[in-house]
């Protein structure tokens, strides 16, 4: 049997918006069913009867794939990752200022959908957690080093959720209208007081 | 007319359970209403058509019927009060203590529920903001008395939010699984450097 778009056309010729929301649904079934660390770019292509490499293209990343499946902000993955590129120094600035400016410049109603629904669904709240954990807390505690490492980490993301919180979901002054530069200046100390200060 | 409760017996003859159910009704119109700040009991009281005596007899406080009207833990507002009546030594760790033992031994249910209707509805986490503000930003920038003491209150609070969803929400962990005595070690002295450290 010939498979057969909505529209009637062979599963071949569909378009790429056709091609991108299997691909989304495939990757939402595998991260819920195997989570975060051992779904594969190349199950979730298979799963969704595609190449690896339209998934790469659509997506960029399995980071990216996730945050799309989970409707964080895109960019979100990129940024992370341009946080852990130059060492400690001056981490605790760039984290906070990276996290601002990202989320500042989004839509926050995929955060705010998000959050609703890590408090909603179990699934949801353990994908972040595993996602929290893979990109951010083990990158940072590597590049930490010290043997109190996992609980700076830890610590950093108590920042980096408090913050988010203050700022776009609970919009608790001075917070919520304080400009990047400001929190930057204020918090980017703090978290690299958690990170980098003497042991607690 | 004579008011009949849905037992058909006259209001003055109601149960106790009765009267507090009218009660949290008339509290939850009024707080959405008018605000945390602008309700009182005595309005409560005449809403839900009993003697304020009966407001306080249920609820303590106004806080505690904030608490009970919005399903937060009813211990936590005799908690956060208890934070403030020692001065500002060692309140680092005090904060930290009492917020995580008390959210340890209530149910997760209600926290969880506000944290869902605060990324639901506005009017949520408005109510939520104006309770936070009131009760614990204002308190602790009062007792702090430095010219940017709004910013140290400020961000106290992003780590009361941030342990709160680290631990009870995404449960990110070491912070989701550690002891409330480790936590108040660790947390402890970065509530009190915030408070009374260095300025940023």
Known sequence: MTETTEHGRPGRWRSGAESRERILNAARALFRERGYGSTTVRAVAAEAG??????????????????????????????????????????GERLVRTLVENLDASDRAPLVALTRSATTHDESATLLREF????????????????????????????????????????????????VDELAARFGPLVQHCLTGPPG
Not at 66 to 81: D, N, Q, R, S, V
Not at 169 to 179: D, F, G, L, Q, W
């Open 50 to 91: 595609v190449d690896p490499a339209m998934v790469f293209y659509f997506f960029g990343t399995k980071q990216g794939l996730f945050a799309a499946a989970t409707e964080m902000p895109t960019h979100l993955p990129g940024a992370i990752e341009s946080i852990f590129t130059d060492g400690l120094d001056d981490l």
């Open 132 to 179: 929290i954990e893979r990109e951010i807390t083990d990158r940072l505690a590597a590049l930490v080093g010290t043997p109190d490492a996992v609980w700076r980490a830890g610590m950093v993301n108590v920042q980096i959720l408090g913050i988010t919180v203050a700022r776009y979901i609970a919009r608790i002054e001075p917070i919520a209208s304080a400009p």
